[in-house]
């Protein structure tokens, strides 16, 4: 595995600066798209010029959400009790935890995120709920927060976990090794345990992937890839059905197609 530095790009530009209500943050941008409150006027600036050449750009983050719940309640009904939401941005409801919970109360959630932003709300708004955690970590240095699990008993590696890696995967460049980091979290699983991404896919408009090079040189820079390559990165998984296809066909047969396309697998490990 390469060395967890995170490289020069991850130190600079592509770093949130904690709390600069001056600079774009693509977690509040996010949060955004899905009809939160928890943004700034920079954010729904960028994200209405991102919806003006791309307006579905919202309707593919609904589905990507609802993707992630499904996931959950999928994986929660098959018995699984622990869950690690990395990359979770700021939290909204329905999330993973009240999901999980809902299945089973005793369910533990863990929620990882390397924005200061993101993880000052996930302490705010998720105090309450009991076995429900909030981490700050970069997936770039996945050694790190699998250390934090261990360390603080958050989640026992010794029985299968859920990982959600929902539109997080793209901000990760080649040369931050993005497969590496997979193998990291998965070679630490318990067999049961489940992995659902979803991923941008090359197979997106034109003039979509153009937009989203806009944000080259800023944390909501992108590196889109195609199915093929997202599904290198569920290698050591089983992929179950449907396979690494565009996110709405997870969820129902009469949803419509999409100029931007996000791919949607889920692989179990045996």
């Known amino acids: 595995m390469a060395e967890e530095t995170g490289g020069p790009a991850s130190e600079n530009y592509r770093t949130p600066r904690p709390f600069d209500l001056g600079q774009m943050n ?40 609802s993707f992630a719940l ?26 993973v935890h009240e999901v999980a919970k809902k299945i089973d109360p005793s369910a533990r959630v863990v929620y990882v995120d390397y924005d200061p932003v993101v993880h000052a709300h996930c302490d705010a ?39 959600t890696l929902i539109g997080v995967l793209h901000y990760v460049m080649d040369d931050e090794h993005p497969a590496d980091i997979i193998a990291a979290f998965r070679d630490q699983l318990a067999p049961g345990s489940y992995l659902a991404i979803t991923h941008g896919s090359l197979a997106s408009a034109p003039e979509v992937l ?9 944390s909501a820079q992108v590196s889109f890839r195609s199915a093929a390559q997202t599904e290198t990165f569920l ?8 396979g690494v296809v565009p996110v709405q066909q997870w969820l129902r047969p009469d949803l419509p197609e999409t100029r931007m396309v996000m791919d949607a697998a889920i692989g179990r490990k045996p």
């Open 210 to 218: 153009q937009v989203l090079a806009g944000n080259k040189d800023t």
């Open 125 to 163: 708004l998720l105090a309450k709920p009991h076995d429900v955690t909030a981490l700050l970590g970069d997936i770039r240095r996945p050694h790190e927060i699998l250390g934090q699990l261990k360390n603080r008993t958050l989640i026992d590696l010794n029985e299968p976990v859920v990982i």
């Open 26 to 65: 693509s977690a509040r941008v996010y949060d955004y798209l899905l009809g939160g409150k928890d943004n700034q006027e920079i954010d729904r600036d960028v994200a209405g010029q991102m919806l003006f050449s791309a307006p579905e750009i919202k309707t593919v983050a609904w589905f990507c959400r």
């Open 235 to 242: 290698a050591g998984f089983e992929l179950l059905e449907p």
């Open 70 to 95: 499904k996931a959950v309640e999928m994986a929660a009904d098959a018995g699984v009790r622990q869950f690690l939401d990395l990359g979770s941005g700021i939290p909204s409801s329905p999330n």
